[in-house]
Structure formats: structure tokens, C-alpha cells
């Protein structure tokens, strides 16, 4: 076999539902020194890689950390340690996440109640109270913000709903750290996980999680172990925390990265942050209605940093996004399940969202759709940012 050339990646502009851009920084951090994983001087980032996540998530909970894994590894991470085969559980369903979340808890033998949306719209609060009142839940679960749809189910109403139901709230906030208002502790959340490659422009590899005391002590007191070894909370909890008990080899250049991204999260700070991303979005939505086009999220609750931009009829949206890829090194992500084919989504997160690359994006993709035949004004347009 021929030994092939060194690999080159190309350069692209990553506006879709994730990965995103990167900070040069964080790449350099990669490139450091590998250290051992129990190295005294490894083991002192950690700590500071903990006190950061708990800035980062609003919270003061202890078993703060990230999971080795990405997002769906901190998905499964919750529900294996919380849910016990018999629990209930009621899971909010309104695009793949949603789903996700269906197929791992019944995997962990739990019964679940769905709570269903259309894509594209939030869970609403008052379709979970009556789903509460048809069993008794362990758990509630809820996306926070949808990938796959666009849309930002408000929290704080259906964790008091859960609360009084006597069952823990746990949120995927995947898309939502570090692009939008996260506030673990004020909304009262029991468990949390997210993934680095978004708005925390890390590249993907770790899942930050964070468990309440409550959720701890559920952990601890299961009748049976947790059936997955590898993400069992109760050996974890011994080598993030002061014994730092080996449990595996943790990534250590990925750990660098995160260490570096979440530096220059808190830098920036993160009232700042959302203020970006949620200006950057506003720059975009204003300047597609110019052009004839919306938002396939529900109004009043769309994410600033993943934008499901409608498909005009007559355009072929795969081509678009080839178009785009293939000649101007801007990777945008595709519809899924019942939006495939009607959805372009546009992400603006984390190191992504500057105003220069939504006027790039954007001056890419009307000179696209003119071509096409769907005639758009290109100046109009871009005088929107």
C-alpha cells in the first residue's frame, strides 16, 4: 500500500448546526506538550477547567465537569446515572434531540411519557403539567435549544412543574452554553450536559456536565449499578474530585482546548456573548426578510445561534449548500426529518458570529439564489447589517 500524502484539511468557514469556528489560540493550545493525566500540573487544570464550567453554566454545583465524549456522551452520561429501569420519565419531544432523548432513556429500561411539539416549535409548559398528572415522574427532560429546529423552549415555568411534581429537571443545553442565557442554579436545574463544539468554539471530544446535590444523592442511592461503566457518575465523581482515583485516560490536548475556550468565554464575558450572538442573529433575520425569506422557528422563541432559514419553493436547498461548500468554503447544515428539503440551518455560533460572516455568508448566498431564479436584492440586503 501507498503511504498517502499528508492530510491537508481545507480551509472552511463553519456556519452550520456545529462544528464551529475555532479561536487560533485554541488550536495552539492543542499543539502543547502531552502530559500524564494524573501529572500534578494536568490535575491543577482540571480544577481550573471545573471552576470555569460553573461560571459558564451559572451554577455552584460540585460535580461539574466534562464528560470524555461529546454531547450525545453527556446525554447518556444523565440518563444512565438518573434513571433506573421502571422509572418514569417525561421528555419533551420536538425535533431530533428530543428523539435522542426517547430512544436512550428506554434503553436504560425507563417508561417514558413524550411531550410532543412540531419542529420547529417549543414544548409548551402546560402540555407538561398534563403530562405530569398521567404518572409519577423521576425525571423531566427537556432540549433547551433545538439543533435541529431552531428553537428555545423557555425553562423556568417547566422546572417549577417538575419540581412540584417531586421529579429532576435535566436539560441538554448543547446548543445554548455559551450562545444564550444558561442559569443552572436560578432555574433550579438538577442535570445539565452540553458539547464543546458550538458556542463554546472548542473542537468536539467533551460533553460538560454538571449534577445538583440532589442528583448526586439519586445517584448514589440506586438499587442497581450503573450500566454503563465507562459513564458511571459514582467512579467519575472520585477522579474529577479530590482523590483524583484513576478511572481512565482522560483526552489531554482536548482538555487543553477547553481550558483555552472557556478562558476566552469568560474574557469576553458572558453577558457579552449573548449580546453577540443575539445581535448577529437580528443582523441576519433583518436582512433575510429583505430578501423574501423567514425563520422556520417559532416567533418570539428562536436561537440567536442556529437559524432554520425557510427554503423558497422552486430552489433546490442541496445545491445551495453544495454551491456554497464547494465554492465559497461555507459549510451551512440541512433539514432533518420532517423539515429535510424545507430548511437551510445557518449557525452562528461561538467564534462564528461576527458580523463579517454573515455579510460573507450572505453575499455568497444571494449571488447563489439569483443564479437559481430566485431573483433577491443583494444591496438591500447586505445595507441590513
Known sequence: MQIPAVFQPPFRLLMGPGPSDVAPSV???????????????????????????R?????????????????????????VNLIEPGDEVVIGVNGVFGTRMVDVAERCGARVVKVEAPWGQIIDPAKVAEALKQCRPKLVAIVHAETSTGALTPVEEISRLAHDAGAMLLLDTVTSLGGCPVKIDDWKVDAVYSGTQKCLSCPPGLSPVSFSARAMEVARQ??????????????????????????????????????????????????????????????????????????????????????????????????????????????????????KGKIWRVGLMGETSSRANVRKFLTAFCQILNEGGYKVATDAALAKL
Request: charged share 20%; with cysteine; hydrophobic share 45%.
Open 27 to 53: 488550536l495552539k493550545a492543542m499543539s502543547g506538550p502531552l502530559l500524564g493525566h494524573l501529572d500534578p500540573v494536568f490535575v491543577g487544570m482540571m480544577e481550573e477547567i471545573k471552576i470555569m464550567l
Open 55 to 79: 461560571q459558564v453554566f451559572q451554577t455552584q454545583n460540585e460535580m461539574t465537569f466534562p464528560v470524555s465524549g461529546t454531547g450525545s456522551a453527556g446525554m447518556e452520561f444523565c440518563f
Open 222 to 339: 440506586r438499587k442497581k449499578k450503573v450500566q454503563s461503566w465507562y459513564l458511571d457518575v459514582n467512579m467519575l465523581a472520585s477522579y474529577w474530585g479530590q482523590e483524583r482515583v484513576y478511572h481512565h485516560t482522560a483526552p489531554i490536548t482536548m482538555n487543553y482546548a477547553l481550558h483555552e475556550a472557556l478562558r476566552l468565554v469568560l474574557l469576553e464575558g458572558l453577558e457579552a456573548r449573548w449580546r453577540r450572538h443575539r445581535d448577529n442573529h437580528t443582523a441576519l433575520r433583518n436582512a433575510l426578510e429583505v430578501m423574501g425569506l423567514g425563520l422556520a422557528s417559532q416567533e418570539g422563541h428562536q436561537l440567536w445561534q442556529l437559524n432554520a432559514v425557510t427554503v423558497p419553493a422552486g430552489i433546490d436547498e442541496a445545491a445551495v449548500r453544495r454551491r456554497l461548500l464547494t465554492e465559497f468554503n461555507i459549510e451551512i447544515g440541512a433539514g432533518l426529518g420532517p423539515l
